[in-house]
């Protein structure tokens, strides 16, 4: 029982990693038009907690992950353990150098509307390819070696 409980919040916390991206896309675009400082504060605001959001369901997707890779008998040399953590590695430091850093411009002197929203718009790309590319290890398990 325990097991699938945790199981239940991992998944869940991997839909919370990812799906807040899915809602940031078309947002972006609506950042790109933005004509006032007012909607531009909004949005920067939207997406800097859908950023939280998406860190925090992260460290309960690793602690739950511990959890199942530990009483589930899967050896962590597994290929589809390895390219996982792999990812997720790459995953932590570009989150953490691709959204903070670009965000802090708002509303400072190398703020520029274009440039800060194309920036975010490929960190969001690039991420959330990284975590699908994740969720595919760890739904089909390939052999690779």
């Not at 690793?62 to 590695?89: C, D, K």
Request: glycine share 4%; no cysteine.
């Amino acid at each position: 029982m325990l097991y699938s409980t945790v199981l239940f919040i991992h998944v869940f916390s991997a839909v919370l990693s990812i799906g807040p991206f899915f809602v940031l896309i078309p947002m972006l675009k609506k950042m790109k038009i933005a004509k006032t400082h007012e909607e531009m504060t909004a949005y920067v605001t939207t997406f800097s907690l859908a950023v939280q959001i998406v860190k925090h369901a992260g460290h309960i997707l690793i602690l739950s992950g511990i959890y199942l890779l530990w009483s589930g008998g899967y050896s962590i040399t597994s290929p589809f353990i390895v390219m996982t953590i792999v990812l997720l590695m790459a995953s932590i430091v570009f989150l953490a150098r691709a959204f903070k850093p670009t965000i802090r411009t708002f509303n400072t002197p190398e703020y520029h509307q274009q440039l800060f929203v194309a920036k975010l718009k490929k960190a969001v790309w690039i991420y959330t390819i990284l975590l699908l590319i994740m969720l595919w290890f760890m739904v089909t398990k390939p052999p690779l070696w």
